[in-house]
C-alpha cells in the first residue's frame, strides 16, 4: 500500500520550508515515521543500535548528511536533539530537520527545551475524516470563521459502522488486519507498553497487573472527569494492599510522557464571564480502540450496551467510546487549523459542554456528542446557554451525531454527523 496522506501534511507542507527543525510527537503506531520519511532525504532511525552508536560517537553525522533529515525515535539518543538545537541556531534555513518520538525525554536527563529553535506538533491516530469512509461536508474551520456555514450533506455511515470503526482503531499499521490479528495486535501493543516501553523510559513495573487493572480502570472512566482517586478504587477494588499514592502518579504521568494517556484539558476562558468552572481534564485514551480493548467489549457487546462505566450514573459505554472517537477527530482538525480543544463543566455539574474549540482569535465551536440520530431541545440547552454568556465570541454551535443528514435546526444549531464532519 502507497502512503495515506494525512491532515498533518497540508500543515508541514505550510510550515516545514519555512521552520529549520520540527518534533513530530505521538503515541507509537500514529503513523510518525511513514510521514516523516515522505519529506525525508536522509533518514536516522535510533530504534537500531548501530545507528544510536554511530550518532553518539559523532553527533555531526546529522548535520553533515544531506538535507531534509529525519531523526526518528530521537529521545533513544537525548543528545541528538541538543545537536540540532544548535544546528539551527548557525543556521535556520527551512527544512533542515525533522524528529519523531513516541515518549519525553526520561527522568534526570535534562535537555534544553528547543523553544524557538524546535517546533513540537503532536500527530494522534487516524480521524474519522482520513479513515475514508465518506467524504465531509462540513468543515471545523468554516464554522469558525466570521461568515455564516451551510450545514448540508448526507451519510450512509450508521451506529454499528461507528461501532466497528471504534474497535478497528485509527493506527494504521492495526486498523486493517483481520479480526483476530488485530484483537492479538492492540493486546500486544498495550502489554509492550507495560513490560517495555514504561521500563525503559524509567519506571520500574514491580506490580504490571496492578499497572494493566489500573488502565482498564481509566479506559472505563473514558469520557469523564472521574477522580484519581475514583479510578484508583475501580481498579482495586477488593484488595486491601493498594499501591501508594506516588507510585499511581508514576504511572499516570509516565503514560502521559508515552501518550497514551490523552486527556482533554478543562476550558478556561479568559476575559469572560464564567466562573466557578471545573479545572479537572477528561479522561481518554489515545485510540478509544485500546479502552475498548482494556474494558473487554468487542462490537457486538457495544451494540447490546455491555461494558461498565466508572463514576458516571448516565450515558452507555458506547457512548462513551463514540465521544471519545469524535473527540480525537476533532482535535486533529483543530490542531490542523492552529486551535486548541478543551472542555467545559461547572463546579456544580449543572453546565457541561463536550468540546470548546478554541481558535488563534479566541472566538470558539462549542460541541456536544450525542450517540443518537435525532437531537432535542435539552440536547442543546447547554450550548444555547454558552451563547448566552458569550455573545458574539462563539462562532457556532454544533452537535455531532450518528445520523444521516447533515442541517440547521431552526435555531441555529448545526447537526453534523461525525462521519461528514471534517478540517
Do not use: C
Not at 95 to 105: I, K
Not at 321 to 350: I, K, N
Amino acid at each position: 500500500m502507497g502512503y495515506r496522506r494525512r491532515i498533518v501534511d497540508d500543515l508541514l507542507d505550510e510550515l516545514f520550508p519555512h521552520l529549520a527543525a520540527i518534533s513530530l510527537e505521538g503515541a507509537k503506531g500514529v503513523g510518525k515515521t511513514a510521514t516523516g520519511t515522505q519529506r525525508a532525504t536522509t533518514v536516522f532511525s535510533l530504534t537500531s543500535s548501530r545507528e544510536r552508536e554511530s550518532l553518539a560517537a559523532r553527533p555531526d553525522y546529522v548535520v553533515e548528511a544531506p538535507a531534509p533529515v529525519l531523526i526518528d525515535e530521537w529521545q533513544l539518543l537525548p543528545e541528538v536533539w541538543d545537536r540540532v538545537r544548535h544546528a539551527v541556531d548557525d543556521d535556520s534555513t527551512g527544512g533542515r530537520f525533522l524528529l519523531t518520538g513516541s515518549a519525553g525525554v526520561a527522568p534526570g536527563v535534562r535537555i534544553h527545551s528547543g523553544a524557538g529553535r524546535i517546533v513540537s506538533i503532536t500527530m494522534r491516530p487516524l480521524s474519522f475524516a482520513e479513515r475514508n469512509l465518506t467524504s465531509p461536508t462540513v468543515s471545523l474551520g468554516e464554522l469558525m470563521s466570521p461568515s455564516r456555514t451551510d450545514v448540508v450533506g448526507s451519510s450512509d455511515v450508521h451506529l454499528p459502522d461507528y461501532v466497528e470503526e471504534i474497535i478497528r482503531s485509527g493506527l494504521p499499521g492495526i486498523r486493517d488486519l483481520p479480526p483476530r490479528a488485530r484483537r492479538v495486535q492492540l493486546d500486544s501493543y498495550l502489554a509492550r507498553i507495560v513490560e517495555r516501553e514504561l521500563p525503559d523510559n524509567g519506571l520500574a513495573v514491580r506490580r504490571p497487573a496492578t499497572l494493566r487493572a489500573w488502565l482498564a480502570a481509566y479506559a472505563a472512566a473514558t469520557a469523564t472527569d472521574a477522580s484519581w482517586s475514583t479510578i484508583l478504587d475501580a481498579a482495586t477494588a477488593g484488595e486491601p494492599d493498594k499501591p501508594a499514592r506516588q507510585t499511581v502518579d508514576g504511572y499516570r504521568d509516565h503514560l502521559l510522557r508515552l501518550f497514551l494517556l490523552d486527556p482533554v484539558p478543562a476550558w478556561s476562558p479568559t476575559f469572560a464571564p464564567l466562573k466557578r468552572l471545573t479545572a479537572t481534564p477528561k479522561h481518554h485514551l489515545v485510540d478509544p480502540a485500546l479502552a475498548a480493548r482494556l474494558v473487554g467489549v468487542e462490537t457486538a457487546g457495544l451494540l447490546r450496551g455491555d461494558g461498565d462505566r466508572v463514576s458516571t450514573s448516565t450515558g452507555t459505554w458506547v457512548g462513551a467510546l463514540f465521544e471519545s472517537l469524535a473527540t480525537q477527530s476533532v482535535r486533529v482538525y483543530a490542531a490542523a487549523m492552529d486551535a486548541t480543544v478543551g472542555h467545559l463543566r461547572t463546579r456544580d455539574t449543572g453546565r457541561e459542554i463536550d468540546l470548546i474549540v478554541e481558535g488563534p482569535d479566541r472566538r470558539v465551536v462549542a460541541i456536544e456528542v450525542e450517540l443518537a440520530a435525532t437531537v432535542s431541545d435539552n440536547d442543546v440547552r447547554h450550548l444555547h446557554w454558552l451563547r448566552d454568556k458569550l455573545g458574539d465570541r462563539v462562532a457556532d454551535l454544533v452537535v455531532i451525531t450518528t445520523g444521516p443528514h447533515a442541517y440547521r435546526r431552526t435555531d441555529g444549531v448545526a447537526v453534523v454527523p461525525l462521519a461528514l464532519f471534517g478540517p
